[in-house]
């Protein structure tokens, strides 16, 4: 195995367990590892730190394991049969509900790597060479050790490095794809298309807080902005709200929404959907003086890349805004940011800072975050993403 030497004094983040090797760390590397390798980390003083995968970039290397151990089969076996034994512990797998995230990246200390569970399918998606280059591996240890996958498919053809030389194609690696899928999510149904969707087919990540949605939907009106594959409306329907509006700029989102709509209600007069910009949507509604009493914002990611920052809170303070003239008095804004580069208190206040042009009394309820199957490694906290507020606005 090729040795990766640091330099004096910058093996201090990996004795505290953070699992990124920066290339500015390195003192030098023994050999020509190719991506996606594993390597051996030592400090300057040549002591034993971690083995993870090499990749070209700034993060050179990626850690699996911080103990000097062989990375084997029953290596990758342990880890998938940790990942699903917490899962179970803590309830996320039940009849009610078929539909989870297996394994969380760094959370689940397998960096670079997301499976999601969709009933009898698991679809797995690679962010670093190493995981795409255990793609099978890793295939036969989900099948292997999760006794309701049947199938494994592999998505990962927009999120690894554009510079690697690879091709990864999506595709099947165990099984096909199942005729009779019945993606279960607390009693609802959903059809997840992992095939043309985003990111695996569906927003895991939302499932607790589409059910807080549920409890405050009763007798109201909803407004579901960026509805994707329309779960928050599903359970608002369910809930007992009394109109439900869900918008897309993607027409094939709204298909997807009114199916989901429909294999769970059948025809239900109370929701409509619309294909729409959402900044176009919200000014249309301004000028027909139409207000809602509850608003969901759970925009795609405004920042990928910190050179996007600025602009990303600028449109967060104007989403906000536009909402805040849209809603009723008494109403409930839940507003979401999945960006990874957005902090909670960049969020809070350009959220903060909307309300205050709004001129409107404004409460927090509810501090959101991602769920337990989305964990986050407490020596890692670059892996709290998704951050989420829930506002009474008077």
């Not at 029953?74 to 797998?93: C, N, P």
């Not at 199957?373 to 606005?393: A, C, M, Q, R, S």
């Amino acid at each position: 195995m090729i040795t990766v030497q640091l330099k004096p004094k910058k093996e201090e983040s990996l004795l505290r367990f953070h699992p990124w090797v920066f290339s500015g760390a390195i003192q030098r590397i023994e050999g020509k590892p190719a991506e996606g390798e594993l390597v051996k980390v030592v400090d300057a003083n040549r002591n034993f730190l971690a083995v993870g995968h090499y990749q070209i970039g700034s993060i050179a290397v990626r850690v699996v394991s911080f103990v000097d151990e062989k990375i084997d089969e029953k290596f990758w076996d342990t880890k998938i049969q940790r990942a699903y034994s917490m899962r179970k512990s803590l309830g996320l797998i039940a009849e009610n509900n078929n539909t989870y995230r297996l394994v969380h990246g760094e959370g689940d200390t397998l960096p670079g790597l997301i499976i999601d569970v969709y009933d009898d399918t698991a679809v797995m998606q690679a962010h670093s060479i190493g995981m795409h280059e255990m793609k099978d591996v890793l295939a036969k240890s989900i099948v292997r050790n999760i006794p309701e996958v049947k199938n494994v498919y592999y998505k990962s053809e927009t999120t690894l490095p554009f510079k690697a030389a690879i091709n990864p194609e999506d595709g099947y690696l165990i099984g096909k794809e199942s005729i009779d899928l019945n993606a279960i999510e607390n009693g609802l149904k959903f059809q997840v298309d992992w095939l043309k969707g985003q990111k695996t087919g569906f927003f895991v990540d939302q499932r607790e807080n589409r059910s807080l949605l549920e409890r405050y939907s009763k007798g109201k009106s909803v407004l579901n902005m960026f509805c994707y594959t329309g779960g928050f409306s599903v359970y608002a329907l369910r809930g007992g709200a009394t109109l439900v509006h869900s918008v897309d700029s993607s027409a094939k989102a709204i298909d997807l929404t009114n199916k989901n709509v429909e294999v769970n209600f059948q025809v239900d007069s109370r929701h409509a959907a619309f294909a729409e910009d959402a900044f176009k949507y919200l000014n249309n509604l301004h000028e027909l003086e139409q207000k809602y009493d509850v608003i969901v914002l759970d925009p795609p990611a405004f920042a990928k890349h910190r050179d996007a920052l600025r602009n990303a809170l600028k449109g967060y303070k104007r989403l906000n805004a536009k909402a805040f003239e849209q809603i009723k008095p008494g109403g409930i804004l839940f507003t979401f940011s999945c960006s990874q580069v957005v902090n909670k208190d960049q969020f809070r206040l350009a959220v903060f800072s909307a309300a205050a042009e709004s001129k409107r009394n404004v409460r927090i309820l509810h501090q959101l975050s991602q769920p337990a199957d989305h964990p986050i490694n407490i020596y890692h906290p670059e892996g709290e993403y998704l951050k989420g507020l829930v506002l009474w606005v008077e």
